[in-house]
């Protein structure tokens, strides 16, 4: 069987916020928007994927049925929770983007890696 490739050129450039009740709702982990890992910290501030890869760790979490990436609080603002937490050091910290609840490389999710 071949697969023809995604259309992902329709996806959305500019994600919207998350409202505040559907935030609520989540999982207090999804809802994390800094984590600290054994590996070092990881930044996750977007949820939501079209992609339905059978080995997401999104199953794990109860958002799988996400499909539309919406960010829990602006990129500013997550890139101050980053630099302000704890375990942060510049330079040093190995940091891990958008490894739980959407794939980076999205149309709308990627200008919010760099």
Same mark, same amino acid.
């Given at each position: 069987m071949t697969l023809g490739p995604l259309d992902l050129a329709a996806g959305?450039?500019?994600?919207?916020?998350?409202?505040?009740?559907?935030?609520?709702?989540?999982?207090?982990?999804?809802?994390?928007?800094?984590?600290?890992?054994k590996s070092g910290l990881s930044l996750n501030h977007i949820i939501g994927c079209p992609l339905d890869c059978g080995y997401c760790v999104r199953h794990f979490w109860g958002n799988f049925e996400a499909k539309t990436p919406q960010l829990l609080c602006?990129?500013? %603002?997550?890139? %101050?929770?980053?630099?302000?937490?704890?375990?942060?050091?510049?330079?040093?910290?190995?940091?891990q983007l958008f490894n739980k609840a959407t794939d980076p490389f999205l149309p709308g999710v990627k200008p919010h890696l760099f």
């Open positions: 959305p450039r500019h994600l919207p916020h998350m409202p505040d009740a559907d935030r609520a709702s989540l999982d207090p982990y999804m809802a994390l928007i800094v984590g600290y890992r602006s990129t500013d %603002e997550a890139i %101050e929770q980053l630099v302000g937490h704890p375990a942060f050091r510049p330079g040093v910290t190995p940091l």
